[in-house]
T-cell receptor, first 115, second 111 residues
Framework: SAVISQKPSRDICQRGTSLTIQCQVD?????MFWYRQQPGQSLTLIAT?????????ESGFVIDKFPISRPNLTFSTLTVSNMSPEDSSIYLC????????????FGPGTRLTVT | GQQVMQIPQYQHVQEGEDFTTYCNSS?????IQWYKQRPGGHPVFLIQ?????EVKKQKRLTFQFGEAKKNSSLHITATQTTDVGTYFC???????????FGAGTILRVKS
């Protein structure tokens, strides 16, 4: 299994500002994903972070709002840009290795509150 | 679009009672996974089912995959307070390597 850390673990931000969330994995992984989980809700996939190329975004999420980087096989960042209170949520990094089934491992999450 | 539906949304049981959550997909699934999320925690992988009609057990937890590979269930025998959390069934999207999460079933256990 992979051990995933995320920074920051939580933050309170003002509307209109941006926050970058970091995800670090203790081993190389082929696939990295970013999810959002609003209070009491299920997980919604934001995008797949692709190493060395642009992320693949799901319907309803765009690069200008959620730019993602993935410079190597162990690290990725998600930026929440021009934040509004509706962006208050938990953001989770998740990883999986291709060819080893669909089992995914999740980071501890970043709890974001926008005031 | 592809959906994974889960019921019940919420269940509150007395410690020692059994608990079951059900999952239905709008399409046939190549596999189904179950995750548990403790309050304040992150989802943790429990199990993956691949074969039609497959049944797997983990101590007091029994997981089942339907014959048509469109439904699944998780049954907990004699619940304990440590079983508290949200249980998600998760299926792969029809295209690509991504997962679709069900809405989850929140389990609360009264001691």
């Amino acid at each position: 299994s992979a051990v995933i850390s995320q920074k920051p673990s939580r933050d309170i931000c003002q509307r209109g500002t941006s926050l970058t969330i970091q995800c670090q994995v203790d081993s190389q992984v082929t696939m990295m994903f970013w999810y959002r989980q609003q209070p009491g809700q299920s997980l919604t996939l934001i995008a797949t972070a692709n190493q060395g190329s642009e992320a693949t975004y799901e319907s309803g999420f765009v690069i200008d709002k959620f730019p993602i980087s993935r410079p190597n096989l162990t690290f990725s960042t998600l930026t929440v840009s021009n934040m509004s209170p509706e962006d208050s949520s938990i953001y989770l990094c998740s990883v999986r290795n291709r060819g080893q089934g669909y089992e995914q491992y999740f980071g501890p999450g970043t709890r974001l509150t926008v005031t | 679009g592809q959906q994974v539906m889960q019921i019940p949304q919420y269940q509150h049981v007395q410690e020692g009672e059994d608990f079951t959550t059900y999952c239905n997909s709008s399409t046939t699934l190549s596999n189904i996974q179950w995750y548990k999320q403790r309050p304040g925690g992150h989802p943790v992988f429990l199990i993956q089912l691949v074969k039609s009609g497959e049944v797997k057990k983990q101590k007091r937890l029994t997981f089942q995959f339907g014959e048509a590979k469109k439904n699944s269930s998780l049954h907990i025998t004699a619940t304990q307070t440590t079983d508290v959390g949200t249980y998600f069934c998760v299926g792969p999207m029809e295209y690509g390597n991504k997962l679709v999460f069900g809405a989850g079933t929140i389990l609360r256990v009264k001691s």
